[in-house]
């Protein structure tokens, strides 16, 4: 059989590394091949491809020298950044548990969140994202009969690809092989410079008449951090051919320069070219979502299930906003309809274990917590451990409820809320410093969690120290002004420090 039929075969297959091995094997026989060297680049970009137009969380370098706000105090629902008021469409913190910045926590874990976050900023830069991609061959896998120039030679254990002797503006003028290129320099090498080179060179040999190099070249601009260039970039593709892919690019880039509702505007602008798109949908329900508007979240998300009733995000999402508005019954049939899916993983069996529980079956959810168990891994033991003591809190066994949260503390010693859950159990037992010590180290890991702070104003208070009482639920007020049990406890106190 011919390698490099074979080469093709275990591409179409989704056998990448075979893939590269054949025609590794085809290169050292005959360097200047181009279609193995065209096929063994695809190859390897299709190893580390990643879905651009998807969400992504923003690193620390992101947070900390991002220049791209155009207002520091944004008005309330036009910002992503800015935590929601407490308006009558925000969600109560006694009711849903609220992130860092200060939205509701989501059902389902976005892309980029499930990474590892770069210990150094040359990592952040330089290291090249993994991912997996559904993407078909494409016509143009075609064997070449040509052969390739000094420039394609592989070296035996050197790279791939030198670029030190690629004349680009040659390949740019060959648009497949130039695309082919430009996708093994952005995914494989992640050197996104000499991918705006090779774009801008391409751009410019079809005359700017093709919209598949504006958008690339803006993907590279967005990953430059040039994110207003991008925006140009894109909204040019866009004029000249619509996509769905380019308008959520487009939208990605408003969401990063803090503008949701333009990014709305363009999902809207996509969907009536795009009639009921589950990708649209889903970004205008995510956006929804981190402005605190739960209510028209869920209507998208249903939206994206009368179209794709499998689309695991909307079901995970609706699940949740159902677990919390106190119906576990019917959460536990959107987690049961994610298991007929396959999904199976701990966190899918500790919802089903909550729901479970909170819906009176409780053979049913110490039988989940087990399951979770068996599957848990050392990210998310943690969070297994913190569910089973609140099990054991409901049920009244305190004692099991205090070991599930020191083992909470064993598998992850910055779990804030497992502090401050066994601070009040501490407290319970008559050990006060103990429990004190507990709050503090709360407070200090999630200083947006009032319940630490209620909790050390609250003990405070019992043992006579009313100034620190109020220091702490001034605290607590500032985190969650609508709690009425701190504003009670000022009141308290108000009403001390007046006798005296």
Not at 175 to 187: G, H, I, N, R, S
Not at 409 to 428: K, T
């Amino acid at each position: 059989m011919d390698p490099l039929f074979m080469a093709t075969s275990l591409f179409r297959r989704r056998r990448f590394e075979d893939c590269v091995t054949i025609c590794t094997d085809i290169l050292k026989k005959n360097p200047l091949d181009k279609a193995a060297w065209f096929l063994k680049a695809r190859a390897l970009t299709e190893q580390t491809y990643v879905d651009e137009t998807e969400m992504e969380e923003e690193g620390i370098a992101e947070l900390v020298m991002g220049d791209t706000g155009i207002a520091d105090v944004a008005r309330p629902g036009t910002s992503l950044k800015r935590p929601p008021g407490t308006s009558s469409r925000a969600t109560s913190q006694g009711v849903r548990p609220l992130s860092q910045s200060g939205r509701p926590l989501s059902g389902f874990v976005r892309p980029g969140t499930q990474s590892a976050r770069p210990k150094t900023m040359e990592q952040a830069i330089m290291a090249p994202r993994t991912a997996s991609t559904a993407r078909p061959v494409t016509s143009s896998s075609g064997r070449y009969v040509r052969l390739g120039t000094a420039s394609m030679l592989t070296e035996v254990d050197g790279p791939f690809i030198d670029m030190s002797k690629m004349d680009l503006s040659k390949y740019a003028k060959r648009p497949t092989l130039a695309k082919a290129l430009f996708e093994y320099l952005f995914y494989h090498e992640n050197n996104v410079r000499s991918a705006l080179e090779l774009a801008s060179l391409a751009t410019e040999a079809c005359e700017f008449e093709d919209w598949w190099w504006k958008t690339q070249l803006g993907k590279c601009y967005y990953r430059l951090g040039l994110y207003r260039d991008a925006e140009a970039q894109f909204r040019s593709a866009l004029k000249q051919f619509q996509t769905i892919d380019t308008y959520l690019l487009l939208g990605k880039v408003c969401i990063k320069i803090d503008q949701p509702l333009g990014a709305l505007d363009l999902y809207a602008e996509g969907l009536r070219k795009f009639p009921n798109d589950t990708s649209l949908l889903t970004g205008i329900a995510r956006i929804h979502e981190g402005l605190n508007d739960l209510d028209k979240a869920l209507v998208f998300y249903r939206d994206v299930l009368k179209s794709n009733s499998i689309n695991v995000e909307a079901i995970a999402c609706i699940a949740t906003h159902h677990f919390y508005n106190d119906q576990p019954e019917i959460a536990l049939r959107f987690y049961r309809r994610l298991l007929q899916l396959g999904v199976c993983n701990a966190e899918l069996y500790a919802n089903l274990g909550l729901s479970c529980f909170y819906a009176q079956q409780y053979d049913m959810a110490l039988n989940c917590f087990n399951k979770a168990l068996a599957l848990a891994s050392d990210e998310n033991a943690a969070d297994i451990w913190y569910n089973i003591g609140h099990v054991a809190l409901g049920i009244g066994d305190s004692k099991l409820a205090y070991y599930a949260f020191k083992l909470t503390l064993a598998c992850n010693s910055d779990h804030a809320e497992a502090y401050n859950n066994l601070g009040v159990l501490e407290w319970r037992r008559g050990h006060g410093e103990q429990a004190l010590a507990c709050f503090r180290s709360s407070a200090q890991l999630a200083p947006h969690l009032y319940e630490p702070h209620y909790n050390m104003a609250t003990a405070s208070e019992k043992i006579g120290n009313l100034h620190d009482s109020y220091h702490y639920a001034k605290k607590s007020a500032e985190v969650f002004p609508d709690h009425l049990d701190t504003a009670e406890l000022l009141k308290q106190l108000k009403q001390h420090f007046a006798a005296l």
